[in-house]
C-alpha cells in the first residue's frame, strides 16, 4: 500500500462557502516522507483546508477534507483515525494544539475509488492568539501528524494493519490567513484583552473582592459587579492611608493623597480624578431601581482591575 499525503497551491475565495485554502500542486519534499509500502492496496490523501462542512458552531473551526484515493483492484477499509493539529513557529518549534475531529468513523472504499472524510478542529480566541503570535506576522504553518487502520480481505478473513505515523506540513500564507481565513473566526470583532493575574497576601482584600467581581460579571451579576468593585477600591484606599499617604488639605473627605502615595504631583492629580469618578459609578449600584447592564459592569471592572492593579504594583 502506498500512502501519499498530498499537498496543494492556494486559491482565491469569492464566498464564505468557497474552500478557504486548497493545494494543488505536489510539494516533494513535503511528500517523501509520508510514504510507506505495502503490497495489499495503493492509498493516496488529498488534503484541503475548507469552509465548514459540520453544523455551525458556537467556537471558531477550521475544517479540513481529507480525500482518500483507492487505486488499487481490492476494497478495502479505513478507521481508527487519529491526527493531531500542530503549530510551528517562525523559529521551527513545534506546539501541540488539539486533535481532529471526524465525521465518520470509517470509510469503505470499493476498488479505484475516492471519497472525502471531512474533519476539523475547534479553536478558542485563545488558541487563536497563540497563533497569531506564533506565525509572527508571516505565514502560518500548520504541521498534521495522523494514523488510521487499513482492513482488506486476506483469503476468506480480513487483515487488518495499523498504519505507521504519517505527518505532513500545511503552509498558509500570511494573505490568506489573514484576508480569508480569520475573517471566518470574527477574529478582529473580539477584542482579547490580558489581564494580568492579582496575587498578594497582604492585600488579600483588596484582591479578593476584585477576584469576586470577575466572577459576579460571568454570572450575569453586574449589580454585584459594580458592588465588589468599590469595596475593592475601599479596601485599597484603606491600606494606602494607613502608610501616611494622607494630606488633610485635599478636596476629598478621606484625605487620601495619591500625589504622596505616587510621589508624582500630575500622575497622582489624574489617579485621584478617575479613583473619584470610579468610586462614584461604583456607588450608583447600591441605589435601588438603578438598572445596571454589562456595559457599566465591563467598564467598572476594568478600570477598578487597572487602579488596584497600579497601585499594588508601587507598593510591592
Known sequence: MNINIIIHEASKISRASDIFYTKIKLITSEVDSMVTSYQQADISVDLTISAPTTPKSISPMLSFIFTFTNRSAIQIILNGFHFKFNIRSKEGAIYHSTFFTFEFSRL?????????????????????????????????????????????????????????????????????????????????????????????????????????????????????????????????????????????????????????????SSFGDIFSKIDQQIHRLTSTAAHPGKSINLEDADYALLITHAIVNMALKKMS
Open 108 to 264: 469503505v472504499l470499493s476498488q479505484n475509488t475516492r471519497q472525502a472524510m471531512p474533519g476539523y478542529v475547534v479553536l478558542n480566541y485563545y488558541m487563536i492568539k497563540k497563533i497569531e503570535e506564533l506565525r509572527a506576522n508571516g505565514d502560518v504553518d500548520f504541521r498534521i501528524y495522523g494514523n488510521f487502520v487499513e482492513t482488506h480481505l486476506k483469503g476468506q478473513t480480513q487483515a487488518s494493519t495499523q498504519l505507521p505515523s504519517l505527518q505532513t506540513e500545511v503552509r498558509v500564507s500570511k494573505s490568506d490567513w489573514v484576508e480569508n481565513i480569520l475573517p471566518q473566526f470574527d477574529y478582529k470583532e473580539v477584542i482579547l484583552v490580558e489581564i494580568p493575574k492579582l496575587n498578594a497576601r497582604e492585600y488579600e482584600k483588596v484582591i479578593q473582592h476584585l477576584n469576586s467581581a470577575w466572577k459576579q460579571k460571568h454570572m450575569g451579576q453586574y449589580d454585584k459587579v459594580l458592588t465588589d468593585c468599590r469595596l475593592s477600591i475601599e479596601a485599597l484606599r484603606a491600606i494606602v492611608i494607613a502608610k501616611g499617604c494622607i494630606n488633610e488639605e485635599l478636596d476629598r473627605k478621606d484625605n487620601l493623597d495619591w500625589k504622596a502615595f505616587f510621589n508624582s
